[in-house]
């Protein structure tokens, strides 16, 4: 009997597959610290206008300053993943938000704080690297859903986390500054044990970054998120020269964008992509319905902390009281993701996005109409949450079935990137109002700030509502009605 000499391993197939369970795992952990660090300022909000010196109208200037950071990581993160590896792409992605945790934790004054929490906004691209690892390992879109659905509660999770951590933090020792090191330790965690762990993506198409495409994108979103941040503001009048200037030269430098992108071989958005009438159903619904869910991401936590005694209305929370208090909507809102593939399956998906909107318009007007009852406003707070579970399965799971493979990522991107832009809009629109109703020499804002904040995010919910009724459930592959 001859042995018959077995053909070399390939280098390959020497390198054992990470186990499924470990790849889980380590995604968790990275949507986790993601969670935590979006999460964490939110008890100590009313604390910080105090040890900072700035009004709770500045404070807006947290999400905004982070949402536009993210506005600029985004699609430059989303397309390095799939030329260059979505795992080589994200441990740089972390190093990125960890270097932005520690300036946040050393920061003592509003700018240091602003700066660390532009860096930080690089969050926003471990959601498209880490579904690209998933879907490339997978391969099957049912799969995807699933492990969307997982990150999504992941990210509640880590919401979750962050509130308690911070809150218990911030009630143990005397200045809330010392809870602004809860990301760094989360972050920390995370690139440690994923950075072994998680597999490198098999297919990378080739192809270049499209660096052109990217900056005029930034600029133009930048200016005009700038523009509608600042706009009725002293010194911003909406007639002003400065915020016209924002407003129209933002918007010809997007135009501009959209033609150069049309003539480039490789773009780093195929903006041929929103012909398709679903894709752009979703890209617009996605844009309502997180100027609701960023949008008012401080005025809530400012308004549970604010006091009756002191401010004429506010139930008065202190930080830790204030993180138990958003519990029931990220609880809510976690159920709702991890629900939302099978109501989808009995509903269909353009049910559940309207369903999602309707929800968190029923639930903004509850909490315009019961913020007197703190039983009543969380109860609003819970079914708002539930429809955003909806609404963040279903937009960012519908975006990426609209790509091919090789473009996973990058159109995960372009929905993390509407998010972001929606977000902007919201938290503009936000500080507007509080601005608006702020009294000179005030640092919290009059009560109607918060009812017509509330009333706004209804309004906005109920009309991505109705742009969700435009999605085609069964849509003819080359449809671009």
């Avoid at 910080?48 to 506005?71: Q, Y």
């Avoid at 659905?149 to 143990?172: D, K, P």
């Avoid at 972050?187 to 052109?212: C, F, K, M, Y």
């Amino acid at each position: 009997m001859t042995d018959t000499a077995a053909p070399p391993a390939s280098p390959r197939s020497a390198i054992r597959p990470t186990p499924a369970a470990a790849v889980l795992a380590s995604v968790m952990l990275v949507e986790l610290s993601s969670g935590i660090t979006q999460g964490f300022l939110s008890p100590i909000l009313r604390g910080l206008t105090d040890t900072l010196k700035v009004s709770a109208a500045d404070l807006n200037w947290i999400s905004i300053a982070n949402l536009l950071s993210s506005v600029a990581f985004t699609p430059v993160l989303s397309r390095m993943g799939d030329l260059y590896g979505h795992r080589r792409t994200l441990r740089w992605n972390l190093a990125i938000v960890l270097l932005g945790s520690v300036l946040v934790g050393v920061s003592r004054d509003f700018s240091t704080l602003l700066a660390g929490q532009i860096l930080q906004g690089a969050f926003a691209g471990f959601f498209p690297l880490l579904v690209g690892i998933l879907r490339n390992r997978s391969g099957q879109d049912a799969e995807s859903r699933r492990g969307i659905s997982v990150m999504v509660a992941a990210l509640v999770g880590g919401l979750t986390l962050g509130l308690v951590s911070s809150g218990l933090v911030a009630r143990s020792v005397d200045s809330p500054t010392a809870a602004l090191w809860v990301p760094a330790v989360a972050t920390s965690i995370a690139l440690a044990v994923s950075w072994r762990l998680l597999p490198e993506s098999d297919h990378r198409p080739g192809g270049r970054i499209d660096w052109a495409g990217g900056i005029l994108l930034c600029v133009g979103l930048l200016a005009v998120m700038l523009g509608l941040g600042l706009g009725g503001t002293p010194g911003w009048e909406w007639g002003s020269p400065r915020t016209l200037g924002c407003l129209i030269g933002g918007a010809v430098v997007t135009a501009i964008w959209v033609r150069v992108e049309l003539r480039t071989e490789d773009p780093m958005i195929d903006v041929r992509m929103f012909r398709r009438r679903n894709v752009a159903v979703v890209s617009l619904v996605t844009l309502t319905f997180t100027f609701c869910m960023l949008g008012l991401q401080v005025a809530n936590p400012v308004f549970l902390g604010t006091s009756t005694a002191s401010d004429g209305y506010g139930p008065g929370l202190d930080p830790f009281a204030i993180a138990l208090a958003m519990l029931p909507n990220l609880l809510a809102l976690a159920g709702g993701a991890l629900a939302a593939p099978a109501v989808a399956r009995v509903l269909s998906d353009r049910l559940t996005l309207v369903c999602g909107c309707l929800l968190m318009a029923l639930g903004y007007v509850v909490s315009a109409l019961c913020h007197t009852d703190l039983t009543g406003f969380l109860a609003g707070t819970a079914v708002a949450g539930l429809g955003t579970g909806f609404m963040q399965h279903s937009t960012r799971t519908l975006a990426v079935e609209s790509v091919p493979h090789d473009r996973t990522a990058v159109g995960s991107g372009i929905n993390e990137l509407l998010i972001n832009v929606g977000g902007s809009l919201g938290a503009a629109a936000v500080l507007t109002v509080f601005a608006h109703h702020t009294p000179v020499g005030r640092p919290l804002p009059a009560l109607g700030a918060y009812t017509t904040s509330w009333t706004l995010c209804a309004v906005v919910s109920i009309a991505g509502a109705a742009l969700a009724l435009l999605y085609r459930t069964h849509q003819p592959e080359k449809d671009h009605a």
